[in-house]
């Protein structure tokens, strides 16, 4: 009898932890001199990619569910932290890049990718990668349909007065408060085409690719040059 109680108890604190999932730790927790980007309810600091026009995504259950097209913030900033929470459906049909993409766009186009790379080999364009560019340290992912969080030290690229580059952009990532990239230099805008260097503060972009991510729990601290 008593063990019939305590397995009923143990299912009970179980299913309790599960759904609360509190990985979104609330405003309290946030940095005091933190930009809360998205609390759950409004996308009202981000706009479609290249317009004006207010983001697209969908709103519901304190999270943004990828669909219209990239948004980015209106907002521009050079050196920062970056805190994203992002959730991936699974996708059981669809392999490789297929599998539940989106990604976390640094300012001046840098892209930590986000993808469902649960249990893989990590290659460079897997969850976790500076895209193209550094394979994650180690395969930090949780499962699709879990909540997941990047946190994301960015340095910008340092240019002179005559606009030459002088230093290229840094990265450190933790993924699920795991280290996964360490001050990763990056020489230059990620991505399939090769861009120009965006020079100055620029904008936080989230990408559509085609599937239902969502996203929660965004903020970002402007940090000193260092
Ligand atoms: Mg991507």
């Excluded at 008593?2 to 604190?13: E, F, H, K, S």
């Excluded at 990718?113 to 249990?119: A, E, F, H, T």
């Excluded at 280290?179 to 020079?199: M, Y």
């Amino acid at each position: 009898m008593q063990r019939a109680l305590l397995c009923v108890l143990v299912i009970v604190l179980a299913a309790t932890a599960s759904s609360a999932d509190p990985i979104f730790a609330g405003e309290e927790y946030i940095p005091a001199d933190a930009i809360i980007l998205f609390n759950g309810k409004s996308l009202s600091e981000w706009v479609l990619t290249g317009t004006t026009d207010p983001a697209p995504w969908k709103v519901e259950n304190g999270y943004a569910e990828v669909r219209g097209g990239n948004i980015s913030t209106k907002q521009s900033f050079g050196d920062c932290q970056l805190h994203v929470e992002f959730w991936l459906p699974i996708m059981l049909e669809a392999q490789g890049q297929a599998r539940a993409n989106s990604g976390v766009y640094l300012p001046g186009f840098y892209e930590v990718q986000v993808l469902d790379s649960y249990g893989l080999d990590s290659r460079d364009n897997d969850c976790g990668a500076i895209y193209g560019v550094a394979a994650p340290i180690v395969n930090a992912c949780r499962p699709p349909g879990k909540w997941q969080t990047y946190d994301i030290v960015f340095r910008a690229p340092r240019f002179d007065a005559a606009g030459n580059k002088t230093a290229n952009a840094r990265m450190t990532v933790f993924q699920n408060g795991v280290l996964i990239h360490d001050n990763q230099e990056v020489a230059g805008p990620t991505g399939v085409a090769s861009q120009p260097d965006h020079k100055g503060p620029g904008q936080i972009m989230l990408q559509d690719h085609g599937n239902p991510v969502r996203y929660r729990g965004i903020w970002v601290r402007a940090l000193k040059p260092g």
